[in-house]
């Protein structure tokens, strides 16, 4: 297997090199020159890691088996996962959530970014690469915690978060701003995610910041999902999943559908590649909030970014333009399209059947949250409550099995849950919640953010984007 980009470069790279690179030197994303398809699926009989070796021995196939194991061990331990399952399949009198929130951060990012780090240092072995590696990374919020943990002081490595300073939640903030570690910056935007994310693009590819920290020994990379490295391990819980709904008493050979919580449509695509690979999955529903981009374009065939942009209480998904979305326009082989996406803010594309659109207003979110927990008993995050909005309004087809993905705790946003509850929680802080919410639920506070509030405040600072890039320079050279 060997990777090439998506925007022309057709050199073709081992797995191992595209991990280090992250974004492809044209400024594309590196893809597989096909989609395996292999002739058995995984035996429902295997553990998470087993489906992990599975999938990712069909991808990685420059690393060694043994390689390959070693790092998936690392990362899917319980030093890093709270449950032997990894990512539970929890069955509610409603619709099933995989719960894919029972890493360190307690996000989905970790299922990938737990594992990319060992990836990472593994592939630098494998190429000789001697370079610290500086992993040059913008967030909506998850990423930045997720990478942090899995980045800090990992030898050969130095760490560079960019957050939009009012674009992330309250806890989600303390967590970046206290982060501990050698290697690590963290410094906030004034601006949001796309312009964050754009300007980091930039830096990138800009060559006289790349010759001058290359003579002194540094390289950039990302942790974003654009690296290939987390894209495929996205697509080990699909397969997973249908094993899980296999032992529950469902027929080998029966239907999904998978509802996905979607920003940069990461998550969504690994369903994609799971599906091409053979895996019965009938509809992939991708779930937006208000900035519902890609809801509309499945449901009308016109991509369309120029639009404005909302802070939503589903921060990780207030996204207009995004990154993982030009993978789904090359795979397709829609040649304008592709060269609309990079130069247009609009054009219209026909829509894949494998696809379908819904979207949530703020008022429907909260309602999710609300019947989910008052109804069934089963207390959900602002992102997975986007997506059982977005599953209510799909027109249930009873052959066919559903479920939904669970993409974050909902200790995470303690403010936007209890009050979506009651409204008699208005009057509580984002820290003071966390205990209600423990009460409410009869269950611990998760050890992450027990002593949150009175950790020290590492990462004060914050810039305009204009001022990210000496940022940059001043975090490698510190
Ligand atoms: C990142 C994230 C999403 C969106 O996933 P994409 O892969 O960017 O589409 C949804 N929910 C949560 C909680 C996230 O952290």
Redesign the pocket.
Known sequence: MTYTSTRGDTTPLTSAETIVRGLALDGGLYVPSAIPTPDKLPSSAYDYNEHALWVMSHYFTDYTPEELSGCINAAYGAENFDTPAVAPLVQTPSVAFLEL?HGRTL???DMALSLLPHLMTTALKKTGNKNTQVILTAT????GV?ALEGFKDVPGTKIIIFYPQDGVSVIQKQHMITQTGKNVSVIGVRGNFDDAQSEVKKIFLDKEVNAKINTDGYEFSSAN?INTGRLVP?IVYYFYAYSQMIKGGMTRGDAVDFV???????????GYYAKKMGLPISTLVCASNENRVLSDYFDTGVFDSDRPFYVTD?P??D?LV?S?FERLVHDLADKAALQNLTEKKKFTMPVPSDFVGYYATEKEMREAIKTMFTKHGYLI?P??AVAYAAYVKKSTDSTKKDIILS??SPY?FPKTVMTSISDKYEKYDDFALLEKMSELTKRNIPTQFADLQSKEILHPTTVDVSGMKDAVLNSVYS
Do not use: Y
């Open positions: 929130f996000a989905f990012k909506s919020g998850d990423t997720s999902s996205q996905v919580p979607t920003g940069n449509f990461g998550n969504i695509l690994a589903s990780s998904m996204i995004p993982n995050d992102h997975t993409t974050a995470k």
